[in-house]
């Protein structure tokens, strides 16, 4: 039988790690390879989609052909569209006339399993195997939300860029995926082949003699996902500025996230202009990678971004970060998902703003606390390595990671004093509890 591949992908970072999964043999032989663009802006309509990417010719050769996934199901978003059960049926068959597909299995490669449009398309193909692949570093906390049994038992594997070498991602692991790395080669192999295309880097100014390369300052555009406003972002990019400025950098370059308004940028420019350091905006929708092969920059600053870690385990760059004491403080749900990342980041990245912090001494089993707190229901074997790590570390400076209340409600080291430690497991005070929890809410409901 004939086997048809259609990957998912919605960001150059995305389809660079497919190609280099596809160049390094991590991904079986098939007959024909689909690739399908999806836009997830919030006005997909009139901002550039990944087609249009600079470098995406070069990564679109390793694929027979490209389907853009909002068409498809246009004029729905692809963020949230998802088919009725019933319709499932109709769907499959209209897309296998559509793509040509005839008879032939079909395997999925996607990225953020849990949300459309991944999870929809794995409904729409219902006896397809399915390969996930991480776009950064969310792979090593828990899956976000209890997926249904049906998708989450076709998973093969994770496929992910070892961007924390030692540690294994957590995604999925309540259904015994196993994880896969992405050779480190061929992921420097397709970044090297995109920064060597036509130059983004034309609008820098040319290196003064005798200069150091210049520091890289990156953005994320942190406001959309309502970790912090807008004002509170310009002041995170002339955070960096002075930090740059302090660690003795000169020349810096500042990379806004491609979504991110004009305006993002210039309080930094006006901190640079303050402190006579020289500042360009990069505003090309290029990769950070692509910045590290071209610029060879001599330190890299963000806030949690995946760049940071790929700076440093890819390329040997130094980095710093900035602002993640803060949004460790306020992230909230507790189970937001970029808890994970913004961890790893504030545990491994030294602070540009502070004394220089050791390494955790047991990053494995931090990550599985802090993974186990945010999906207790989806982790529950976890609970014990949890109650282990929390007992041995747990201090001043590793409860930034954990919310005493949400350790007390999980009964779990750290969470209440040490001499109530008992009331946690007392199945008399917690049914005493459950009782005053309901009187309270009808209380609540009458009022």
């Not at 679109?60 to 498809?72: K, Q, S």
């Not at 957590?170 to 090297?192: S, Y």
């Not at 036509?198 to 005798?210: K, Y």
């Not at 491609?258 to 090309?284: F, I, K, M, S």
Request: charged share 20%; aromatic share 6%; net charge positive.
């Amino acid at each position: 039988m004939n086997v048809t591949q259609v990957f998912l992908a919605s960001t150059l970072y995305g389809t660079a790690t497919l190609a280099a999964a596809l160049d390094s043999g991590c991904l079986p032989p098939a007959g024909r390879r689909v690739l399908l663009t999806s836009n997830h802006s919030p006005a997909p309509e009139v901002t550039r989609g990944l087609d249009a990417a600079p470098g995406f010719a070069a990564l679109r050769t390793r694929f027979d052909e490209v389907i853009d996934w909002n068409a498809v199901v246009a004029p729905q978003h692809p963020g949230v569209w998802a088919p009725r059960p019933e319709d499932v049926p109709l769907w499959e068959r209209q897309l296998r006339r559509l793509w040509g597909l005839g008879g032939d299995r079909i395997e999925l490669v996607v990225e953020s399993l849990q949300v459309p449009p991944a999870q929809s398309l794995c409904r729409l193909f219902p006896g397809a195997a399915i390969d996930v692949y991480a776009d950064g570093l969310m792979s090593y906390g828990p899956t976000r939300f209890r997926l249904d049994p049906q998708i989450g038992m076709r998973v093969r594997r994770v496929l992910h860029v070892d961007l924390v070498p030692g540690l294994e991602p957590l995604l999925l692991t309540e259904f015994g995926v196993r994880a896969e790395a992405v050779p480190a080669p061929a992921v420097l192999k397709v970044f090297a082949e995109l920064a060597d295309l036509a130059d983004p880097l034309g609008r820098l100014p040319a290196p003064r003699a005798g200069d150091e390369p210049p520091a890289l300052l990156l953005g994320q555009y942190l406001s959309v996902l309502e970790l912090m406003s807008p004002d509170e972002e310009e002041e995170l990019h002339a955070a960096m500025v002075r930090g740059a400025h302090e660690w003795g950098h000169r020349d810096l370059v500042f990379k806004p996230h491609p979504n991110a308004p004009a305006a993002y940028a210039r309080r930094a420019a006006a901190e640079a202009d303050r402190l006579g350091v020289r500042l360009t905006v990069l505003d090309a929708p290029v990769p950070a990678e692509t910045l590290y092969r071209r610029l060879r920059p001599a330190l890299v600053v963000g806030c949690f971004s995946t760049g940071l870690l790929t700076a440093r385990a890819l390329y040997g760059i130094p980095v710093a970060r900035t602002g993640t004491g803060a949004l460790l403080e306020r992230l909230a749900p507790y189970q937001n998902s970029n808890r994970i990342p913004l961890t790893l980041v504030d545990a491994l990245v030294p602070d540009l703003d502070g004394p220089p912090q050791d390494p955790p001494a047991d990053l494995a089993g931090l990550v599985a606390a802090v993974g186990f707190t945010m999906q207790p229901r989806i982790l529950p074997d976890r609970r014990a390595a949890a109650e282990a790590y929390l007992a041995r570390h747990l201090d001043p400076y590793t409860r930034r990671y954990f919310g005493r209340r949400r350790l007390a409600a999980l009964g779990l080291p750290g969470g209440i004093p040490r001499r109530l430690a008992f009331l946690p497991r007392n199945r008399a005070v917690r049914r005493a509890a459950h009782r005053l929890r309901r009187r309270l809410g009808r209380l609540g409901a009458r009022s």
